[in-house]
């Protein structure tokens, strides 16, 4: 039996929400060993937290997402981080998601200094960081480049970018999460550049509901998607599929200290 790990799943998101416990039953049936929760707004910590109550196969993190930092200042997103984590470290195994989005209008200087707040919070309770990186790579390394030492591990989610970018992210002991991206037909320039990231440091993810893997995009995402991704890996990187899973299922442990 191949088990696989969905290292980024957004339950709290509306279409997903109300089926959370069907979908985690189906994943369970389908070898998905864990499932790691995605929290992108930490007002809404709680009820992601109760969402997933009951299923232990589900990790969960805490984190406010570059889009939301419009309007939260620092010292607010360091206490809910803090209180939150020191309420509930048995679930959270992460902070995150955060990181930078130059994509959209959200000022730059109020997503610096939310990452840099949540990778302090970071630092001090030696949690692994999930990182959301959108047309930012040059900030994006300046800052790892300033953290990277003291932080505990980082993973760039969902991964897309430059090669330079990539090689930057090695250098700096980055582990990747790769998602239904690499399916997309326009995505010729991205599997490219996922052959050389080392296959101890790469897991994988669906991102549900977003990023439905090709062939079954317009429709939402789920966890069962997640095979899809993995035999594409496979094809590019010319690997087994039983060794992929057995080695980003690892990683994932790895990386978020789970010793199951
Ligand atoms: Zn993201």
């Given at each position: 039996m191949n088990n696989l790990i969905?290292?980024?799943?957004?339950?709290?998101?509306e279409s997903l929400k109300s089926s959370v416990s069907d979908i985690c039953k189906k994943a369970l049936e389908n070898n998905i060993e864990r499932i790691l929760s995605i929290n992108s707004n930490i007002y809404e910590f709680q009820k992601d937290l109760d969402l997933v109550k009951g299923f232990d196969f589900v990790d969960i993190s805490i984190g406010h997402h570059p889009n939301n930092t419009?309007?939260?200042s620092t010292r607010e997103i360091e206490s809910i981080l803090i209180e939150n984590i020191n309420k509930f470290e048995d679930k959270i195994v992460g902070i995150g998601e955060t990181g930078l989005d130059?994509?959209?209008?959200?000022p730059k200087n109020r997503q610096i200094e939310s990452f840099e707040t949540h990778l302090d919070v970071a630092t001090n309770f030696k949690l692994p960081c999930i990182i959301h990186m959108r047309d930012a790579e040059k900030d994006m390394i300046n800052i790892l480049e300033k953290y990277h030492k003291k932080l505990d591990k980082i993973l760039i989610h969902c991964f897309t970018g430059s090669k330079e970018f990539a090689k930057k992210c090695i250098d700096l002991n980055c582990y990747f999460s790769l998602s239904g991206i690499i399916t997309f037909k326009n995505a010729d320039k991205l599997r490219d550049i996922i052959k050389i990231l080392p296959i101890e440091r790469v897991i994988f993810e669906t991102d549900s509901p977003y990023l439905t893997p090709d062939p079954f995009r317009g429709k939402i995402n789920n966890p069962l998607y997640l095979k899809i991704i993995l035999e594409k890996y496979c094809e590019i990187t010319g690997n087994n599929f039983a060794k992929i899973c057995k080695i980003s299922t690892n990683n994932y442990k790895k990386l978020f200290k789970i010793n199951v």
């Open positions: 969905d290292s980024h799943v957004n339950f709290g998101h419009s309007n939260i130059y994509h959209y209008e959200v």
